[in-house]
């Protein structure tokens, strides 16, 4: 069974910092893209992050690049979200997605993230 | 980086069929056969339901199928029931290596 299990949400100050993780089980994490997904309340899907199987490419939506920073760990079967410079509209559920350019297979429960002073 | 156009809402009545579209460009949708869909309930994390366009993964019932024309791909589900009612997003690989999604459409069964 594909099990995703987020954690690393949390409350925070804008301008401040936060480190998601996703620890992945039930399929060969070493070769597959990997991929995040936000939601902000209320809201629709949004892309925001995806890392290939051995880290040497990444892609991001335009509005978090140079703020975020997607990495993985082969040996630990995780995949990182470090992300900077927080403003209250990442405020959203942040789901990790096994997957990339072709779909994302299975998705994490999601770890929440709110940004407000 | 701009939202795949998918309608708001759409409804029908259990046993009918209903089709939710989905409006790209020929930067995403209409040059790649990799368009997938998703079914979010309340408070679920979303699910795929279709894949490159037409393919259903393993578990996810025949009542739903995928198509393509052009930049608009489509969501079918037929014998609608209950249980089909969820918000349904679909996304595209773009020609800059990303995915984007389109707005979601809430469905509303009678």
């Known amino acids: 069974e594909v099990q995703l299990v987020e954690s690393g949400g949390g409350l925070v100050q804008p301008g401040g910092s936060l480190r998601l993780s996703c620890v992945a089980s039930?399929?060969?994490?070493?070769?597959?893209?990997m991929s995040w997904v936000r939601q902000a309340p209320g809201k629709g899907l949004e892309w925001v992050a995806s890392i290939k199987p051995d880290g040497s490419e990444k892609y991001y939506v335009d509005s978090v690049k140079a703020r975020f920073t997607i990495s993985r760990d082969n040996a630990k079967n995780s995949v990182f979200l470090q992300i900077n410079s927080l403003r209250a509209e990442d405020t959203a559920i942040y789901y990790c997605?096994?997957?990339?350019?072709?779909?994302?297979?299975?998705w994490g429960q999601g770890t929440l993230v709110t940004v407000s002073s | 980086q701009s939202a795949l156009t998918q309608p708001a809402s759409v409804s029908g009545s259990p046993g009918q069929s209903i089709t939710i579209s989905c409006t790209g460009t020929s930067s995403d949708v209409g040059s790649y056969n990799l368009v997938s869909w998703y079914q979010q309930l309340p408070g679920k994390a979303p699910k795929l339901m279709i894949y490159?366009?037409?393919k259903r993964p393993s578990g996810v019932s025949n009542r739903f199928s995928g198509s393509k024309s052009g930049n608009t791909a489509s969501l079918t589900i037929s014998g609608l029931q209950a249980e089909d009612e969820a918000d349904y997003y679909c996304?595209?690989?773009?020609?800059?290596?990303?995915?984007?999604f389109g707005g979601g459409t809430k469905l509303t069964v009678l």
């Open positions: 490159q366009v037409t």
């Open positions: 996304c595209s690989y773009t020609s800059s290596s990303t995915l984007v």
């Open positions: 997605a096994w997957g990339g350019s072709q779909q994302l297979t299975s």
């Open positions: 039930g399929f060969t994490f070493s070769g597959n893209w």
